[in-house]
């Protein structure tokens, strides 16, 4: 195992393991083989977890199924008392939380804290949800009968989770199955899996049972193939792109598993005439530049309407320029490295395709002076609508302004796509408002709003951007199954 205390100090270097949970114990793979992480600005490794494979993903399945009968008959507010400590326990690492996460993901320490208080919100508003999972009583048609309705735990559940959220898409899903009494299994992304190790740490700090939590790492076919394939999971929820949700959907339809899938997004961000355009400018920053570019909610196609489109791209420059590229862990930098080469590749592509097409560079354009994966944050004008990047998630910091005339147009060009996670628009005309909310094709909407996520409300999206929704009063639900009770003799 690597010596990682010089490399990144840490008040608590507890927290940084390089070992699997499994069953409450600490363990590395069958094999011995391990997987280096690299920080994604430096390239230097920050440490090493285990490659487990089908077998000691079994057991770790095997461990969450063993666990799930005295963790579902506790009281929800047993179950409730055990997470809040958790979310105390992440607030009072966050520091350690943050530095563990910005050197593995590579976003601004400023960011990455964001996401900790993100993250463990999911716990507590989950906490606190579990003890509402109430049931029905249904008036029977028939003298002599009732009908009883509740809700109880799915079972054990899988959740497969991506890099760019390093420990919120994680409580997302573990905070309502955990709550719900659901035991899990959690196998991250292979380029973060230090910060979901760091939330089972405190997991156990905070008293959760052996088994409740299980954390695994090792290549995505072989655990997905047994996370999917294994008929003791009940539920998986995926975040990540749409092609592989696609494989995990069919891996799951043998056991007819329940899945949530929250999947690439293309979110169209329309700016209109009566917008005020300060606010937009803002709402874009907010919504683009967040994390890179790399959110799967980040506006992806700016849709200005033509008699704003000049001054806006002028003040969206402005805007731009103040942005600070550079290693998320020095004071100020506001956009960190995009997450491995292939992503700047893609970037890059993007930006070639759209000048071929005629497009025109108003910042950046380039991969960033510092070498490596930074790249510089970048405006397009005149883009045409036949470019890739109107098509595809571009995950990178990269604003294309297409023209639109009229409102009708612009909400065509919004739904001209195959996704549907997140819309943005900027107006203030109250009709257009309505007339534009119900007309968007998406699960989300942000009107003179760039930052939708919260705990509090629902998060997903329709069309091929995913299935189910999470956070929120709704986000429990995928962790419950119906049972009626038919009762008759009475
Ligand atoms: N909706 C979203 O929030 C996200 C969207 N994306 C989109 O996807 C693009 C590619 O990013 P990428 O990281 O490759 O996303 P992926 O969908 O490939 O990865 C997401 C997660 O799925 C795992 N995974 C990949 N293949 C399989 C498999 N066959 N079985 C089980 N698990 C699997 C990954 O593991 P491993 O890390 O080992 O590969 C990771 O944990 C991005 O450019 C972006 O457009 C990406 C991330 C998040
Ligand atoms: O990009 C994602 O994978 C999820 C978006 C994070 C959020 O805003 O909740």
């Known amino acids: ?47 090493e977890v285990p490659a487990m494979g089908r077998a000691e993903t079994a057991r770790a399945i095997a461990a969450a199924e063993a666990a799930l009968p005295a963790w579902r008959k506790m009281l929800a507010k047993e179950r409730a008392a055990i997470l809040r400590k958790l979310h105390d326990l992440m607030l009072a690492n966050a520091d350690d939380l943050a530095a563990i996460m910005t050197a593995e993901q590579g976003k601004p320490l400023a960011e990455s804290k964001g996401e900790v208080a993100y993250a463990a919100s999911f716990i507590e508003w989950f906490a606190e949800e579990g003890k509402r999972v109430y049931g029905d009583v249904i008036p029977h048609n028939q003298q002599g009968r009732r009908v009883l309705v509740l809700k109880e735990p799915i079972g054990v559940f899988a959740a497969i989770t991506p890099w760019n959220f390093p420990a919120a898409m994680i ?32 997991a156990e700090r905070a008293g959760m049972p052996k088994g409740v939590c299980n954390v695994i790492t090792g290549p995505s076919g072989e655990t997905g193939a047994e996370l999917t394939g294994n008929p003791a999971v009940r539920k998986l929820s995926f975040t990540g792109s749409t092609e592989v949700g ?37 709402g874009v920053m907010a919504s683009k530049y967040r994390n890179t570019g790399q ?30 590229v550079g290693n998320g862990m020095e004071p100020g930098v506001t956009q960190g490295p995009l997450i491995n080469p292939d992503a700047v590749k893609k970037v890059e592509e993007h930006i070639a395709d759209a000048l071929k097409r005629g497009a025109l560079v108003v910042a950046g354009g380039e991969r960033h002076e510092k070498g490596g994966n930074f790249f510089q944050p970048t405006i397009l004008t005149n883009v045409p609508q036949d470019a890739q990047i109107f098509r595809e998630e571009t995950f990178g910091p990269v604003a294309p302004l297409f023209r639109f005339k009229t409102e009708e147009e612009g909400i065509r060009l919004a739904n001209d796509s195959e996704f549907g996670l997140a819309a943005y628009f900027y107006a203030r005309d109250v009709g257009r408002i309505f007339r534009v909310a119900e007309g968007l094709e998406a699960g989300i909407i942000g009107i003179n709003e760039g930052i939708i996520s919260t705990e509090v409300a629902p998060f997903g999206g329709v069309k091929q951007s995913g ?5 929120s009063k709704y986000g429990i639900d995928d962790y419950l199954e119906i049972k009626y009770l038919a009762l008759g003799g009475i």
């Open 467 to 471: 299935l189910g929704r999470e956070g």
């Open 295 to 324: 959110t799967c909610v980040c506006a992806n196609r700016i849709l200005v309407q033509e008699g704003v489109y000049d001054a806006f791209a002028a003040k969206l420059k402005d805007a731009v320029s103040a942005l600070k």
């Open 171 to 202: 409580t997302r899903k573990a905070g309502p199955g955990w709550a719900a009494g659901c035991t899990g299994v959690i196998r991250p992304a292979s380029q973060t899996p230090f910060s979901a190790l760091a939330l089972a740490v405190l």
């Open 246 to 282: 696609r494989i995990l959907l069919e891996q799951c339809a043998p056991t007819i598993k329940k899945t949530s899938m929250e999947l690439g997004g293309n979110a169209p961000f329309l700016v209109f005439d009566d917008a005020d355009l300060d606010a937009a400018v803002q």
């Open 1 to 47: 195992m690597l010596d990682t205390t010089a490399k990144l100090p840490l008040k608590d270097p507890d927290l940084l393991r390089q070992s699997n949970c499994i069953n409450g114990e600490w363990v590395q793979a069958d094999s011995g083989k391990r997987i280096a992480v690299r920080n994604p600005a430096t390239g230097e490794v920050v440490g």
